[in-house]
């Protein structure tokens, strides 16, 4: 089952992604309710798949918590040494597009970094969560091209402001069930940028595996169902390169999760 949310009638919905339909949840306002209504047999609604304007599978008081330099040769190629415990930071509902959308190359910065990224998708509230049982609050996962502006990145220790500009990155197209992805660690984290393969990372090179990327996070905060955890970008993005490769207006890229799908997204100019 694949969960998604959309846009129909000017309005955002959450529905059930088949082969040639989108079936509508409209009771849901959350992935929580999304996931509930869906396992009902009623008959719904369905739009045609090739209808549908995807949105990123989030609502605005998503938590969405990323982890940063969380892939060991990713780590090594950015000069960084493993720390002891992750490194953290949020990011923001609205700095995400959905599938086949344009990400927003800012005015103020010509370093837009793309990063292909899985992302857990938290299913029940979870709180003090031990390693050993964070994995029975994974409720699903999706794709994510994190994507970082690097100069504001690197304008302080705190790497928010880079991480949160506008539409800087795309989540999605849905979100499909923990028993997609039986054993995490076999999983491909693929990015192509204008078709070219440019990362191919696999989570046996996780520092912070994603039960202790659970366990950490629930000690400080309540992750609640929709909640998402970005686990770490592969080697490969682009200020490493020489010379650096940004993305620009009219790049294409994609992030391809072995068990998830393809997210693909477009590049525009900020007005």
Known sequence: MKIARLEHDGHAVWGVVGSESVELLPGAHDYGEALAEATSAVERAALP????????????????????????KHAQEMDRGAGTYPSVFPRFADSFVGHDDQVVCPRNSDQLDYEAELAVVIGKPARHVPVERAMEYVGGYTCMAENSVRDYQMHNRQATPGKNFERSGALGPWIVPPDALPDPREVR??????????????????????????????AFTTLRAGDIIATGTPEGVGMTRKPPRYLHPGDQFEVEVSGVGVLRHGTRQEN
């Open 189 to 218: 984290v693929i990015g192509r940028l204008n078709g070219v393969e440019v990362q191919n990372g696999g989570l046996d090179d996780l520092i912070f595996s994603i039960p202790a990327l659970i366990s950490y996070l629930s």
């Open 49 to 72: 798949i090739t209808n549908v304007r995807w949105l990123p599978p989030v609502v605005s008081n998503t938590k969405i918590i990323c982890a940063g330099l969380n892939y060991g």
